[in-house]
T-cell receptor, first 112, second 111 residues
Framework: DSGVTQTPKHLITATGQRVTLRCSPR?????VYWYQQSLDQGLQFLIQ???????AKGNILERFSAQQFPDLHSELNLSSLELGDSALYFC???????????FGQGTRLTVV | GQSLEQPSEVTAVEGAIVQINCTYQ??????LSWYQQHDGGAPTFLSY????GLEETGRFSSFLSRSDSYGYLLLQELQMKDSASYFC????????????FGKGTRLSVIA
């Protein structure tokens, strides 16, 4: 158990819809990262938050947004969903200047 | 952009040794990590190198050559449970920047 909790584990929704993925980082970790992993693909970095503020942005679509709350949990919002958004979405957390990132079990999103 | 290169697939026999290579772009390099991911599972941390040389953790070792922008993961005494995908990942600029992952190497261990 990495200590990072993601909900829900599975999500099936229709095209055009909007979903919210949730992540609770390890206790004390200030950095939260979101990654997307499509079938047989590597992990594509989407966005990083550090202590409530956006720190870095990767290949995140404009239809996607995220935030980190004062209690450090984070949410990833995906809107106007398309079939191609079907993927595993991972959240990871790390302590400041810590080289190891701890990953949650992921949310498997299926858009039909 | 920042890209990493690693082989897409490797097959090895149980009990053998396998080496998975990774090359990366040099500019701003901070450190190289390796992660293991079983099918349907989460990536889990294996090792980290910031300085040249070999880091050993049990059956797994990781090596880095900063001058060659190259590293590898060495798995010894392979077991069937080692069948998984292995990702190299690089942090650029500092220890608080996002990990940039390679596309992963799928290791199949056969009897």
């Amino acid at each position: 158990d990495s200590g990072v909790t993601q909900t829900p584990k599975h999500l099936i929704t229709a095209t055009g819809q909007r979903v919210t993925l949730r992540c609770s980082p390890r206790s004390g970790d200030l950095s939260v990262y979101w990654y997307q992993q499509s079938l047989d693909q590597g992990l594509q970095f989407l966005i990083q938050y550090y202590n409530g503020e956006e720190r870095a942005k990767g290949n995140i679509l404009e239809r996607f947004s995220a935030q980190q709350f004062p209690d450090l949990h984070s949410e990833l919002n995906l809107s106007s969903l398309e079939l191609g958004d079907s993927a595993l979405y991972f959240c990871a957390s790390s302590a400041e200047m810590n080289t190891e990132a701890f990953f949650g079990q992921g949310t498997r999103l299926t858009v039909v | 952009g920042q890209s990493l290169e690693q082989p897409s697939e490797v097959t090895a026999v149980e009990g053998a040794i396998v080496q998975i290579n990774c090359t990366y772009q040099t500019s701003g390099f901070y450190g190289l990590s390796w992660y293991q991911q079983h099918d349907g599972g989460a990536p889990t941390f294996l090792s980290y190198n910031a300085l040249d040389g070999l880091e050993e953790t049990g059956r797994f070792s990781s090596f880095l050559s900063r001058s060659d922008s190259y590293g590898y993961l060495l798995l010894q005494e392979l077991q069937m449970k080692d069948s998984a995908s292995y990702f190299c990942a690089v942090r650029y600029d500092s220890g608080n920047t996002p990990l940039v992952f390679g596309k992963g190497t799928r290791l199949s261990v056969i009897a």
